[in-house]
């Protein structure tokens, strides 16, 4: 099966889910599609902001500098010396085929996948909709990597709000694409219960260091038509990203759990 991964380009959490990718022995790697969240980023900076937070974004823009200065450095370091902390340097270390878009549904990309002869389309973190004629080009369609057990949490910051309601397990869903967000089948689900103190940022690396583990069994779920549960009629509600006030109420209610010594 040939299998195409698309990503956020300033993602990190998921780099382990694509080494895994690249190391099976069920699929081949055709291509590696990075959003552009940074032009977009610089082209509406506020929104960018009010979506992450000021805090989110300055952590975000040093690992970007870095990166950049990592990925010029290991041009000059003997091969496998520098281990990547991102996807995107992943791709670059390995010389794997990869290309930077901002927009997943222009013709031009469509005319890519359909070249590629990509089988399935793997979907982990990205802030772009998939359209329909996109989702439609690969055999199998589109596998999205979604941290929260859905129909629960559906939206782009599902960890963050999975804390804010201090929910005692969390999880990983495999689910079908559709055009509707996070609303396609379920191929596969796996729970994890939430250690006291956890915050953010390990909870997202634990639930992706899971889809890592069951990447391969999903995808042999996926080539032999299997599906769990159909979320058309299930309820479940629809969370954004979090406001500068949500953030800080975070704060406070993870120190507030954090026991005592």
Known sequence: M????????????????LDRLTMSDQVELA???????LTQ???????????????KLLT???????????????????????????????????????????NMNSQLVQQHLQQSGV???????????????????PKYGGLNIHPSL??????????FWVLYHAESQSGVTFQRM?????QGPIVAQYALQIQTGVDEASLSRQLFNMAAEHLNETILRVKNNETQTSL??????????????????LSQRLKARIPSR
């Open 60 to 102: 975000k823009a040093a690992q970007l500098v870095f990166g950049k200065l990592r990925i010029v450095l290991s041009k000059w370091l003997p091969c496998g010396w520098m281990r990547p902390q991102s996807p995107l340097e992943l791709v670059i270390f390995r010389g794997l085929p990869h290309s930077m878009v901002d």
């Open 2 to 17: 040939r299998v195409a991964f698309l990503t956020n380009r300033t993602s990190r959490d998921n780099l382990v889910v």
């Open 31 to 37: 291509h590696v599609y990075f959003f552009d969240t």
């Open 41 to 55: 980023g610089r082209q509406s900076l506020r929104k960018t902001i009010r979506e992450f937070g000021f805090r």
């Open 150 to 159: 859905l129909p629960k949490y559906r939206g782009p910051a599902p960890v």
């Open 232 to 249: 058309a009629n299930c309820s479940g509600h629809y969370f954004s990203f979090p406001t500068h006030q949500d953030r800080r109420e």
């Open 178 to 182: 559709t055009a509707k967000i996070d």
């Open 119 to 137: 089988d399935l389309l793997i979907v982990c973190i990205c802030k772009q909709i998939l359209s329909r004629p996109t989702l439609a080009i």
